[in-house]
């Protein structure tokens, strides 16, 4: 923590005497995941964080879990290293509880509820919108923790592409290719190809009681393929499509957990993904706009592991159709109706083969006062609602009101809240897998409420914050529940509340060239279910899930040169339900320096990383360590 304060302050009195009268600083990001529609950030009633391209760019590694490291509410949840399962609690709630995007479109795994965001690459992404809160009135199952939205970018350039190759510790190696074509004015393509293996076999600290062992990790080995592209259409000024194709491979290992200073797993996972997703807009004139958006997923995926005899593979496929059309009916009022209508079958040697169909509508709107109470005060309302039936599960109303109010022009303070019900639909697994499955699970039920407030104001440099009180109240918990010694099986038995309140700050000097940010969030995640009378666990915090967390980052950029470091901090993490066993508090911080070369229209560039600078020995899961110190060298080749 020392080493990152020293760093902030030798920045700012290294460049405290530019002068900043004249400065001109960027208005807020304009997004499209609190509404359905493009809206400014700060003007939505829930909290909206933005990760750019210029961010992603500069961030350490090069996976999509990578790029969300350090946001605001969220707490990244990894198995180990590079390769390993990733996946994400935003406001407390579990991965399964948190609808994942790509291009607006879900791709959340039917089977388990999961997207494993450690082999999703970064390459290709013009931004990441994480929605916090409740948001089944917009976007139905799993928005219950909120959504995050990974939007892929666009070609700007005529001709344009980029080639690079990485090279690290544990014998990562990655290699990418990249082609933009801007043919004409109405038709550009995309294509990439990207490749990543390692070793996998990073150092750790093992402690077996006696004394402290640095081990090295086995069976941590992987290979990915990533091959995507993509057209954009827009044959007339009110009339556009495009067609994206994503191809995944992963083979890894799948390490063991470590109990011991021996290590001898053998399991291996395989997961062969198919992506595609194709849209068209159609502008009918200024007040209506239709879209519709339709996507078909394939993955299949295998786990093998001798020692125990498993032999396991999971075929799922989807298709999803989700037409739209944004309305204007005046100058303060508008809005969003549409639906979702899909079909999900799996196919498994660990389940029994199973469709489940969908049929969805929503309703959202944007409802603007210039006054409130005879008070001259901005005041936008935002009334939703979404019916959703679920063929093998049941049906499910979410209705939400959110509310956003400016008080003051400048400086901008603003005050936001919103209140609304939410659900998650039980998974394949919950419902059909061999030996625990419940075919009679219900779906769980949650109700969020937040408020928060914003301001905006120029200091030496442009200062947002934002501070926000959170809860979500969810009934109906899907839970495993202890039968007898030998047996067990999920039940509709739990209630969980998460409550907690955010504080986020941004700081950006001398036209941005220096970005200083800072969150922190305080969240208790308790049970308040009793399993039989005087239960030890009642009111207790869930597992793995900190009770704080802290992140702090900057980044300078000096002509061609970028800068940027970031400290995490989490603390208060318990490995049991009764909260008398903890995993110790850590804190990790990583830094990277990206360097473009300018020689005419080919850019050669250098980047540096370097993960767990101070050699923290932790764990985010009880016996899955994390690496120690870790460097990355990227050179690579852009021309335009």
């Not at 990152?4 to 995941?33: P, Q």
């Not at 779906?443 to 104001?457: K, L, Q, W, Y």
């Not at 200062?463 to 109906?476: G, H, K, P, V």
């Amino acid at each position: 923590m020392k080493h990152f304060f020293l760093f902030l302050l030798s920045i700012t009195f290294l460049f405290s005497e530019e002068k900043d009268s004249s400065k001109t600083y960027k208005l807020d990001e304009i997004v499209v995941t609190g509404t359905r529609s493009e809206f400014l950030a700060r003007k939505l009633s829930s909290s909206v964080f933005v990760i750019n391209k210029s961010l992603i760019e500069t961030k350490v590694g090069s996976s999509i879990s990578s790029a969300l490291q350090g946001s605001s509410g969220l707490f990244l949840k990894s198995y180990g290293g590079n390769g390993m399962l990733n996946t994400i609690s935003l406001r407390g709630m579990s991965a399964e509880h948190t609808a994942i995007l790509i291009d607006g479109i879900r791709v959340n795994s039917a089977q388990n509820g999961l997207v494993d965001l450690g082999i999703l690459s970064s390459s290709n992404i013009e931004r990441i919108e994480i929605l916090k809160g409740g948001s089944s009135a917009l976007y139905g199952t799993d928005a219950v923790g909120g959504v995050v939205n990974i939007i892929t970018r666009n070609s700007t350039e005529k001709y344009s592409g980029n080639v690079s190759t990485t090279f690290g510790s544990f014998g990562h190696n990655e290699y990418e290719q990249n082609a933009y074509i801007r043919q004409s004015d109405n038709l550009q393509y995309r294509f990439n190809i990207r490749r990543v293996t390692g070793e996998g076999n990073y150092k750790f600290s093992f402690d077996d009681g006696s004394r402290n062992h640095l081990l090295q990790r086995a069976n941590a080995d992987y290979s990915f393929l990533y091959v995507n592209g993509k057209m954009y259409w827009q044959p007339e000024n009110n009339f556009s499509s495009f067609l994206d194709v994503n191809i995944e491979k992963a083979k890894r290992g799948s390490p063991n957990p470590v109990f011991s200073a021996f290590d001898d797993g053998i399991a291996r996972l395989n997961d062969n993904n198919v992506r595609t997703n194709f849209g068209i807009e159609w502008k009918h004139n200024v007040r209506f706009t239709s879209t519709l958006r339709t996507s078909f997923q394939y993955g299949y995926e295998t786990f093998t592991d001798p020692t125990w005899f498993l032999n396991d593979f999971y075929l799922n496929r989807s298709a999803i159709i989700e037409p739209s059309t944004r309305f204007i009916i005046s100058e303060n009022i508008s809005g969003v109706v549409g639906g979702e209508f899909s079909r999900s079958w799996i196919h498994s040697n660990e389940l029994k083969d199973v469709t489940r169909n969908q049929q969805s509508i929503f309703l959202s709107s944007e409802i603007t006062a210039t006054t409130f109470s005879n008070v001259s005060l901005e005041t936008i309302f935002y009334p939703s609602i979404r019916y959703d039936n679920i063929s093998d599960v049941g049906n499910a109303v979410s209705p939400k009101l959110g509310l956003n109010i400016g008080l003051l022009e400048h400086p901008e303070l603003r005050l936001r809240s919103s209140f609304g019900k939410s659900f998650h639909a039980p998974t394949f697994n919950d419902l059909y897998y061999n030996y625990f499955g419940n075919p009679d699970l219900e779906p769980e039920r949650s109700t969020s409420f937040d408020a928060g407030i914003t301001a905006v104001f120029n200091i030496f440099g442009r200062i947002q914050l934002e501070a926000n009180y959170f809860s979500i109240d969810t009934r109906e918990r899907i839970v495993w529940v202890q039968l007898s010694t030998y047996s067990g099986m999920l039940k509709n038995f739990g209630r969980v509340k998460s409550e907690g309140v955010e504080i986020d700050g941004t700081w950006k000097l001398f036209t941005e060239k220096l970005s200083l940010s800072f969150n922190s969030t305080i969240n208790t995640v308790k049970k308040l279910n009793k399993d039989f009378a005087n239960d030890p666990t009642y009111g207790k915090q869930l597992r793995y899930l900190p009770k704080q967390t802290t992140n702090l980052s900057a980044r300078y950029t000096l002509e061609n040169s970028t800068i940027s470091i970031q400290h995490s901090i989490a603390q208060e993490r318990y490995t049991n339900e009764h909260n008398n066993k903890q995993l110790p508090d850590y804190q990790t911080t990583a830094a990277s320096l990206l360097h473009r070369f300018s020689l005419n229209n080919v850019h050669p560039f250098i980047k540096l990383e370097m993960t767990n600078i101070f050699n923290e020995s932790y764990q985010i899961i009880q016996f899955y360590p994390l690496p120690l110190k870790e460097y990355r060298v990227t050179l690579g080749l852009e021309m335009k």
